[in-house]
């Protein structure tokens, strides 16, 4: 039997990505509506991500297209965020 595929809240990788500054604002931006995962809008911050998805994110003045690519246990620095997620560009 395989094992279940690695998840992580939806607000917590979006703070981890540091796509926003706080969790709080990651929370309130997917519960807004800003935010999708493979073409669905997610309304719940704690809904689970799993790598590989694919996630829409309206900001205030751009929208960013992220595929996920790890997860972290901590918020690190730029370095360390930016190997979280490959930016995707008119997929």
């Known amino acids: ?11 917590l990788w ?8 706080t969790r709080a604002a990651a929370a309130d ?6 935010v999708r995962v493979d073409g669905r809008r997610v309304d719940a911050a704690g809904q689970g991500v799993r790598a590989g998805q694919v ?3 309206g ?7 992220l595929r996920i690519v790890r ?4 918020r690190g620095n730029a370095t360390a965020a ?6 995707i560009t008119g997929e």
């Open 1 to 11: 039997m395989n094992a279940p595929a690695p998840r992580q809240r939806i607000d």
């Open 14 to 21: 979006l703070w981890h990505a540091r796509v926003v500054r």
């Open 29 to 34: 931006l997917v519960r807004a509506g800003h």
């Open 55 to 57: 996630l829409t994110v």
């Open 59 to 65: 900001l205030d003045r751009s929208v960013r297209v």
């Open 71 to 74: 997860f972290s246990e901590r």
């Open 82 to 87: 930016s190997a979280l997620f490959e930016e």
